[in-house]
């Protein structure tokens, strides 16, 4: 899992505490120096960071957040925009006669889901600079109900209305 640790330097002052972080961090209880102090700030190591958030919680000043976030998946990509941007996985399964809600965070891709499914972006399964036909697409998706979605969407069989809010 890849983590982000963050430290806001203007509220860390290791002078004017006994530096729990380091002292409660296990993997510098182990002798790895996962969190270290130079100057006047902490420096925390990403890669050698569990990610166990203790540091975060015994900081007095509250300069420390980590992050965890999740990998990547390796397969299941819907849509990719051009090299090093967002990749969407996966698509809900719409049923015809049916509301599909799309709630979530910023950023991950609600919009563009929407724009698949109404037909406005052609998903290109990731590959951005050789983007698929519609047979590759429906090839793609076969044995769920996203087939038969894209089987209609492409003979314009499909009307899908959208109300963004």
């Given at each position: 899992?890849?983590?982000?640790?963050?430290?806001?330097?203007?509220?860390?002052?290791?002078?004017?505490?006994?530096?729990?972080?380091?002292?409660?961090?296990?993997?510098?209880?182990?002798?790895?120096?996962?969190?270290?102090?130079?100057?006047?700030?902490?420096?925390?190591?990403?890669?050698?960071?569990?990610?166990?958030?203790?540091?975060?919680?015994?900081?007095?000043?509250?300069?420390?957040?980590?992050?965890?976030?999740?990998?990547?998946?390796?397969?299941?990509?819907?849509?990719?925009?051009?090299?090093?941007?967002?990749?969407?996985f996966r698509l809900p399964m719409p049923a015809p006669g049916t509301v599909l809600?799309?709630?979530?965070?910023?950023?991950?891709?609600?919009?563009?889901?929407?724009?698949?499914?109404?037909?406005?972006?052609?998903?290109?399964?990731?590959?951005?600079?050789?983007?698929?036909?519609?047979?590759?697409?429906?090839?793609?998706?076969?044995?769920?109900?996203?087939?038969e979605y894209f089987q209609k969407m492409s003979e314009k069989k499909l009307k899908?209305?959208?109300?963004?809010?």
């Amino acid at each position: 899992m890849t983590r982000l640790a963050v430290l806001d330097q203007d509220r860390c002052k290791v002078k004017k505490c006994n530096q729990p972080c380091v002292n409660f961090c296990p993997m510098v209880r182990s002798r790895v120096e996962a969190i270290k102090v130079e100057g006047n700030t902490a420096v925390i190591s990403e890669t050698l960071c569990s990610g166990c958030g203790i540091c975060v919680k015994k900081c007095p000043f509250k300069a420390i957040s980590v992050v965890n976030l999740p990998d990547e998946l390796e397969k299941d990509c819907s849509h990719r925009f051009s090299e090093n941007s967002f990749k969407l996985f996966r698509l809900p399964m719409p049923a015809p006669g049916t509301v599909l809600g799309l709630l979530g965070q910023n950023g991950i891709g609600k919009t563009t889901t929407l724009k698949v499914l109404s037909g406005e972006i052609k998903p290109n399964l990731g590959k951005y600079n050789e983007p698929p036909d519609w047979t590759q697409i429906i090839q793609f998706y076969r044995g769920s109900s996203l087939q038969e979605y894209f089987q209609k969407m492409s003979e314009k069989k499909l009307k899908v209305s959208s109300k963004p809010q």
